[in-house]
């Protein structure tokens, strides 16, 4: 059974930063896809930021380029999410998504090929 756990997130002003963790239990090996999705109020979940972890291949939202940086961690099958100038438009419930196999450029983004979700973490960013 595979698990995900989330930390990080919390409260911070506009420009400010944050930074979010995930570790995956219960894969027999590294090839894996792990992503961060978000998700507003009254809004869709979308695509934060996605990496392979056997390649360390990246994919991210447009919205978040040159602010975001997704990492692998230094533990087995753990992703961190660096979120710098934040702006309260990144306010939202932050979860973290893996599925089996490498990312691929044109589902990354697709909530639906995702198998496992962690419990989400609330980032907040006030003007």
């Known amino acids: 059974q595979v698990q995900l756990v989330e930390s990080g997130g919390g409260s911070v002003q506009a420009g400010g930063s944050l930074r979010l963790s995930c570790a995956a239990s219960?894969?027999?090996?590294?090839?894996?896809?792990m992503a961060w999705f978000r998700q507003a109020p009254g809004k869709e979940r979308e695509g934060v930021a996605a990496?392979?972890?056997?390649?360390?291949?990246?994919y991210s939202a447009d919205s978040v380029k040159g602010r975001f940086t997704i990492s692998r961690g230094n533990a087995e099958n753990t992703v961190s999410l660096q979120m710098d100038s934040l702006k309260p438009e990144d306010t939202a419930m932050y979860f973290c998504?893996?599925?089996?196999?490498?990312?691929?450029?044109?589902?990354?983004?697709?909530?639906?090929?995702?198998?496992?979700w962690g419990q989400g973490t609330q980032v907040t960013v006030s003007s």
């Open positions: 998504a893996t599925h089996a196999g490498t990312c691929y450029g044109g589902g990354w983004s697709s909530a639906s090929d995702y198998g496992y």
């Open positions: 990496i392979s972890i056997g390649s360390g291949g990246t």
């Open positions: 219960g894969y027999l090996y590294s090839n894996i896809c």
